[in-house]
């Protein structure tokens, strides 16, 4: 591809090489004379993130400069994957640095295998959040993102005996290269203690946060470049570090543990992202972390908005901060706090400023991610925020009640506070000036079903803003062949606008282009059939169907749907082998959470199955199965580009978007799927022709749940679906403890199939043989792969930030 350099001067291998040499010998104190990878990519990162350092210090000094509005982006987690070749990528010297590696003898893509992933994320929210920096950087957003320096992430994933054992992410082991530690921004986060209030000489009551204990939050930044423009903006990650060291008295004593247990306690706040929560330590471990996120932003935040102003009457006309997700909410209860308390300004005042700086995004409708804390256990870890909580409950419940007088079930409904319990996502959203969802049909669910109460009372405050990808990563970076392609076909100018790669779309027809397609699609099925025989030791056919679900593990996303479809496959071909039909490669990746059983159990089922398929001679060349273990930002970057068919089988009305089936579909892969989240939009722009759409809609879910209805009925009578699932339950899939997944098959037949999992069997089968009959024909599959990469342009997360930018927060691209 075209490589333009934001430089006015591309350095030259030879110079490069020098630099990378360098930083080895000055920071690593190493010798460069071997060509080891890790020493090579350690000097090569360090001589990218120097470059991207100066570009971030003019950034924020033309930021200053110009007084620009800025956009505070807080996430519990992020999941930016690697950041070598996407940072070199983004400075447009790829093959500058590719050639200074060459002349030592070198891969580019090999040293960059040296690099871990961050575990500073687990799944969609945290990967949506990465997109959108890197948006911001390209479009010239001045946002600031920020989250929580995870010491063990979540957890890496290995499979014992099939089953899902969680390790501790060692992902700092090395350090990293792309971290500035900023030694000197420790702030202090409070907890415990009590609310105290004084009463002035002039009678004006003032509250203060008395006897609490203490920790500090360290400030680690990584800095994110947009593509070739010389902005940089930086995503800070709080560190908890004690304000109590090594108690020297109790060492002398003998008390080794007691010399370290209070720094050891206050640390564990930023070792592990979501802790299990069934405990309460758990709960209040998750609580603490919330708070600590925010009250250090808060302290960053508002030292960079005193630096050129003293009103906070203006305090939203100069800052606009997004809530992603729920997880942060208790941000508004801070944000009072310290107007309040700090500032000593009226409520009113103080509300009408924290309504106007705040804008929520939604993220489910799942229950269990709506979060509540108790109100015992807020008061006891933030005793000020609850007494503020309780006030914004109050009035709120006022003005509930001016509106709609008597009405005590709507009251009940929308309160804050409600038996014991404090809702947050009920705080975000009254304390927010605009709330969003993240597909049309979430909006549109969110307005009808989970906030309707909310919606009638501020009209207008619900909008939509669907989620996008960044093409930076994930088809310019993952997918160079074909975009190299693509740029070769219809110029470069795609990259920055993915609208244009319309101009696809009549090449769709042509045969010499089909064919450097299908040439593309199948190089990337070998690379990736390399990298599983590499990781798992089996060996699968790049010439088979390449069939993908990749994403965390959950009943509503049902992969046991898709279990079934493979059992199923494999009945028939036991029972005929003349029924063979395209031979399928079923590719998994996902984890489950540590505490979710039935999911932990989905796992263990899925590589039972797969051993017997697997191992089964009668059937080989017709199916494989997978699942491959600890899945992450770089192992997809080696599936997207690789798959045929993209599992986007959700129970329709519960994925509030998904982006895999975006990053999927750009790659083009074909979409199988419900009219769920995101797929629905998909659907509209790629053409019903060109997807294999299955399945309940999200009103008849409702409908069947609410009506009543008989899964036991449904697997009577359906004989593949009976003996499919009788195969699990009769333990032929794990003969050594017969009723093992005795529990899966009971939350089918016997306890109501609340994910319709049996209700959508047959329609999701039957489609898998329209998959089938398009796979035989390899040119009209490619056409119709074609066009799904061709009509994505909508799905851009620069066309999100555009409407986020305009919609929501009021801010302009800095010039």
Same mark, same amino acid.
């Given at each position: 591809?075209?490589?333009?350099?934001?430089? #006015?001067?591309?350095?030259?291998?030879?110079?490069?090489?020098?630099?990378?040499?360098?930083?080895?010998?000055? %920071?690593?104190?190493?010798?460069?004379?071997?060509?080891?990878?890790?020493? %090579? =990519?350690?000097?090569?990162?360090?001589?990218?993130?120097?470059?991207?350092?100066?570009?971030?210090?003019?950034?924020?000094?033309? %930021? %200053?400069?110009?007084?620009?509005?800025?956009? =505070?982006?807080?996430?519990?987690?992020?999941?930016?994957?690697?950041?070598?070749?996407?940072?070199?990528?983004?400075?447009?010297?790829?093959?500058?640095?590719?050639?200074?590696?060459?002349?030592?003898?070198?891969?580019?893509?090999?040293?960059?295998?040296?690099?871990?992933?961050?575990?500073?994320?687990?799944?969609?929210?945290?990967?949506?959040?990465?997109?959108?920096?890197?948006?911001?950087?390209?479009?010239?957003?001045?946002?600031?993102?920020?989250?929580?320096?995870?010491?063990?992430?979540?957890?890496?994933?290995?499979?014992?005996?099939?089953?899902?054992?969680?390790?501790?992410?060692?992902?700092?082991?090395?350090?990293?290269?792309?971290?500035?530690?900023?030694?000197?921004?420790?702030?202090?986060?409070?907890?415990?203690?009590?609310?105290?209030?004084?009463?002035?000489?002039?009678?004006?009551?003032?509250?203060?946060?008395?006897?609490?204990?203490?920790?500090?939050?360290?400030?680690?930044?990584?800095l994110i470049p947009g593509l070739g423009n010389g902005r940089v903006n930086n995503m800070r990650l709080w560190s908890a570090v004690s304000s109590r060291e090594f108690n020297l008295q109790d060492f002398q004593n003998g008390d080794y543990i007691g010399a370290m247990e209070a720094k050891v306690l206050s640390e564990t706040i930023s070792k592990v992202l979501y802790p299990k929560d069934e405990t309460s330590a758990g709960k209040e471990l998750r609580l603490k972390q919330q708070y600590f996120l925010v009250a250090a932003t808060f302290k960053d935040i508002l030292r960079r908005f005193r630096r050129k102003h003293s009103d906070f009457a203006t305090l939203s006309e100069e800052v606009a901060i997004q809530l992603n997700d729920t997880h942060p909410s208790i941000a508004i209860a801070e944000l009072m706090r310290i107007l309040l308390n700090e500032e000593a300004l009226e409520w009113k005042a103080a509300w009408r400023i924290c309504t106007r700086t705040f804008a929520y995004t939604n993220h489910t409708v799942l229950p269990e991610a709506l979060e509540s804390w108790s109100v015992e256990l807020l008061g006891r870890v933030l005793p000020r925020h609850m007494d503020i909580i309780s006030e914004i409950n109050r009035q709120f419940m006022m003005a509930i009640e001016e509106k709609y007088p008597g009405d005590t079930d709507r009251q009940a409904r929308m309160a804050i506070v409600y038996h014991g319990q404090v809702r947050m996502a009920h705080l975000a959203i009254v304390g927010s000036h605009s709330v969003n969802g993240v597909s049309e049909l979430h909006t549109r669910i969110l307005k009808q079903r989970l906030f309707k109460d909310f919606h009638e009372f501020y009209p207008g405050k619900l909008k939509n803003v669907t989620n996008g990808i960044t093409?930076?990563?994930?088809?310019?970076?993952?997918?160079?062949?074909?975009?190299?392609?693509?740029?070769?076909?219809?110029?470069?100018?795609?990259?920055?606008?993915?609208?244009?790669?319309?101009?696809?779309?009549?090449? #769709?027809?042509?045969?010499?282009?089909?064919?450097?397609?299908?040439?593309?699609?199948?190089?990337?099925?070998?690379?990736?059939?390399?990298?599983?025989?590499?990781?798992?030791?089996?060996?699968?056919?790049?010439?088979?169907?390449?069939?993908?679900?990749?994403?965390?593990?959950?009943? =509503?996303?049902?992969?046991?749907?898709?279990?079934?479809?493979?059992?199923?496959?494999?009945?028939?071909?036991?029972?005929?082998?003349?029924?063979?039909?395209?031979?399928?490669?079923?590719?998994?990746?996902?984890?489950?959470?540590?505490?979710?059983?039935?999911?932990?159990?989905?796992?263990?089922?899925?590589?039972?199955?797969?051993?017997?398929?697997?191992?089964?001679?009668?059937?080989?060349?017709?199916?494989?199965?997978?699942?491959?273990?600890? =899945?992450?930002?770089?192992?997809?970057?080696k599936i997207v580009p690789a798959a045929d068919l993209s599992e986007q089988i959700s129970t329709?009305?519960?994925?509030?978007?998904?982006?895999?089936?975006?990053?999927?579909?750009?790659?083009?892969?074909?979409?199988?799927?419900?009219?769920?989240?995101?797929?629905?939009?998909?659907?509209?722009?790629?053409?019903?022709?060109?997807?294999?759409?299955?399945?309940?809609k999200a009103d008849e879910v409702d409908a069947l749940r609410s009506g009543g209805r008989n899964p036991k009925k449904i697997y009577e009578e359906d004989p593949e679906l009976k003996k499919a699932v009788s195969l699990i339950d009769k333990g032929f899939f794990s003969p050594d403890k017969p009723d093992l997944f005795a529990p899966i098959v009971d939350s089918l037949i016997h306890y109501g199939d609340y994910y319709m999992v049996l209700s959508d069997y047959r329609t999701y089968v039957e489609t898998q043989k329209a998959v089938d009959r398009l796979y035989l024909q390899p040119d009209k599959w490619a056409r119709q792969a074609i066009l799904n990469t061709a009509n994505m342009g909508k799905f851009s997360s620069d066309r999100a930030i555009r409407e986020y930018a305009e919609k929501i927060w009021n801010v302009k691209p800095v010039e």
């Open positions: 591809m075209t490589d333009t350099p934001y430089f #006015a001067v591309t350095p030259e291998p030879k110079h490069l090489l020098e630099d990378i040499r360098h930083h080895i010998v000055s %920071y690593l104190g190493n010798d460069f004379e071997e060509a080891r990878k890790d020493t %090579y =990519y350690h000097g090569l990162a360090l001589s990218i993130r120097e470059r991207l350092s100066e570009q971030w210090l003019k950034t924020q000094r033309y %930021y %200053y400069e110009k007084n620009t509005k800025r956009v =505070y982006y807080l996430s519990l987690e992020f999941l930016p994957g690697r950041f070598l070749l996407n940072n070199i990528l983004k400075l447009q010297l790829m093959e500058p640095c590719r050639q200074a590696l060459k002349s030592v003898g070198l891969n580019l893509e090999d040293v960059a295998e040296e690099e871990w992933d961050p575990g500073i994320g687990n799944g969609g929210l945290g990967r949506l959040a990465s997109c959108y920096l890197d948006s911001m950087a390209t479009l010239g957003i001045a946002g600031y993102s920020y989250g929580i320096r995870y010491d063990y992430g979540i957890f890496f994933q290995e499979f014992h005996d099939g089953y899902q054992v969680e390790k501790c992410d060692n992902w700092l082991r090395n350090g990293s290269a792309w971290e500035f530690k900023r030694q000197n921004d420790l702030f202090e986060v409070k907890f415990y203690g009590r609310t105290v209030c004084h009463t002035q000489p002039d009678g004006v009551s003032h509250f203060c946060w008395e006897d609490a204990d203490n920790v500090m939050a360290l400030a680690c930044d990584y093409p930076r990563r994930w088809i310019l970076q993952v997918n160079p062949d074909l975009s190299n392609l693509i740029t070769d076909t219809i110029g470069s100018a795609w990259v920055q606008d993915l609208n244009r790669l319309r101009e696809l779309v009549p090449y #769709a027809e042509d045969p010499g282009f089909i064919k450097k397609w299908r040439t593309v699609k199948q190089e990337n099925k070998k690379r990736l059939a390399a990298y599983i025989q590499r990781t798992v030791g089996l060996k699968v056919d790049p010439e088979s169907l390449f069939d993908v679900q990749i994403k965390r593990i959950h009943e =509503y996303k049902r992969q046991l749907l898709n279990i079934l479809h493979v059992i199923t496959l494999y009945n028939r071909l036991k029972a005929d082998p003349q029924t063979a039909g395209v031979p399928r490669t079923f590719i998994f990746g996902g984890k489950a959470a540590p505490g979710y059983y039935i999911a932990k159990l989905i796992i263990k089922l899925i590589n039972s199955v797969a051993e017997v398929i697997n191992t089964d001679d009668d059937i080989a060349g017709q199916l494989k199965m997978v699942f491959l273990p600890n =899945y992450c930002v770089t192992q997809a970057e329709a009305g519960m994925e509030a978007s998904g982006t895999g089936n975006m990053k999927l579909s750009l790659n083009g892969a074909l979409t199988i799927g419900t009219l769920d989240g995101a797929n629905v939009e998909i659907m509209e722009e790629v053409g019903e022709e060109n997807i294999f759409i299955f399945g309940l």
